[in-house]
């Protein structure tokens, strides 16, 4: 056998079989449940401090706009699902999208 060979292992010596899925998931579960509203309120504070000093100098794309989106997305399906319908809509964002599309979260 090889060095690398895992057939007569214990599963004592191979713990990271077991425990890798177990903690993907409890990362998963923990940003689900934790992770909405300190996003929530990220996004807010950029809607709040950032987004006016764009006025004038960015146009809209799409009706509403990303980040209130973003902001009702994540609320409403969690940070996972709504983080990755977020990013889908800030990858679709672009000159070949009319102004002011909608497209509700």
């Not at 449940?33 to 309120?41: D, I, K, S």
């Not at 996004?43 to 209130?68: K, N």
């Not at 699902?81 to 977020?86: E, W």
Request: net charge positive; charged share 20%; hydrophobic share 40%.
């Amino acid at each position: 056998m090889w060095a690398g060979s895992t057939k007569h292992m214990t599963r004592a010596a191979r713990p990271h079989r077991f425990l890798a899925p177990l903690g993907m998931t409890l990362l998963l579960l923990a940003a689900q449940l934790f992770g909405t509203q300190p996003a929530v309120f990220a996004i807010d504070e950029y809607r709040a401090h950032v987004s006016p000093h764009l006025r004038g100098v960015v146009e809209c794309r799409f009706e509403p706009t990303c980040s209130y989106y973003g902001r009702e997305s994540i609320r409403k399906h969690g940070l996972i699902v709504g983080g990755v319908k977020t990013a889908w809509r800030l990858a679709r964002c672009g000159p070949w999208t009319p102004l002011h599309t909608p497209d509700p979260p």
